[in-house]
Nanobody, 126 residues
Framework: QVQLVESGGGLVQPGGSLRLSCTVS????????IGWFRQAPGKEREGVSCISISDGTTSYTDSVQGRFIISRHSAKNTVYLQMSSLKSEDTAVYYCAAGLGPIPDMWADGDGMDYWGKGTLVTVSP
């Protein structure tokens, strides 16, 4: 059974850091793309970052470029999202998702993502 489980969310002050983890079971990360998405209250879901496990290619949405870093630990079947210089607008439920193959052109819309986790809440507040 395929499962993606996010962890690492919580309350953090503006300017702080958090590291989210996405642990996958039921398949190996090889040949997959793993994406991080978020949805803030009252807003649509948006793609945050993704990584192609096979070659390490990454992509970021403009608003997190330079602040977030996505990485993978294949032996642990885990993908991380290191978030730094957090802002109040980063507050959202963060989801990870998996799809087979390289990064789709429209990954930020969720295209190509076949499996989704249930999310972890990140709250950035004083």
């Amino acid at each position: 059974q395929v499962q993606l489980v996010e962890s690492g969310g919580g309350l953090v002050q503006p300017g702080g850091s958090l590291r989210l983890s996405c642990t996958v079971s039921g398949f190996t990360l090889d040949w997959h793309t793993i994406g991080w998405f978020r949805q803030a209250p009252g807003k649509e879901r948006e793609g945050v970052s993704c990584i192609s496990i096979s070659d390490g290619t990454t992509s970021y949405t403009d608003s997190v470029q330079g602040r977030f870093i996505i990485s993978r630990h294949s032996a642990k079947n885990t993908v991380y999202l290191q978030m730094s210089s957090l802002k109040s607008e980063d507050t959202a439920v963060y989801y990870c998702a998996a799809g087979l193959g390289p990064i789709p052109d429209m990954w930020a819309d969720g295209d190509g993502m076949d499996y989704w986790g249930k999310g972890t809440l990140v709250t950035v507040s004083p």
